[in-house]
């Protein structure tokens, strides 16, 4: 089992920046790629970024590409999100999530363990 926990969310007004951490315990070892998540009311569950634990690559979706960067620091079984740019459709509950082995890193149902989320809210 892998436990996940995000930090960071909160309130802020649009063009404003936030990072968002998340810890990995438990069978750390066995993650292969870790993925940010958002879910806004009324809306489906959408891809943010993703990362590889070893290569560290990484993949953005369009909406947020050249205003939010996903790292990792392997030593704290941690990977963050800094949003720069905020805009006010980026309010949503954001998740952590974790996978075991290789393939689509963009798909919710790829991944093996999500965290509780943490709450992201731009203001106009």
């Known amino acids: 089992q892998v436990q996940l926990v995000e930090s960071g969310g909160g309130l802020l007004q649009a063009g404003g920046s936030l990072r968002l951490s998340c810890a990995a315990s438990g069978r750390t070892f066995s993650m292969y790629r870790m993925g940010w998540f958002r879910q806004a009311p009324g809306k489906e569950r959408e891809f943010v970024a993703t990362?590889?634990?070893?290569?560290?690559?990484?993949t953005y979706a369009d909406s947020v590409k050249g205003r939010f960067t996903i790292s990792r620091d392997n030593a704290k079984n941690t990977v963050y999100l800094q949003m720069n740019s905020l805009k006010p459709e980026d309010t949503a509950v954001y998740y952590c999530?974790?996978?075991?082995?290789?393939?689509?890193?963009?798909?919710?149902?790829?991944?093996?363990?999500w965290g509780q989320g943490t709450q992201v809210t731009v203001s106009s």
């Open positions: 990362i590889t634990w070893g290569a560290g690559s990484t």
């Open positions: 999530a974790a996978k075991g082995g290789a393939g689509l890193g963009n798909v919710p149902n790829a991944y093996n363990y």
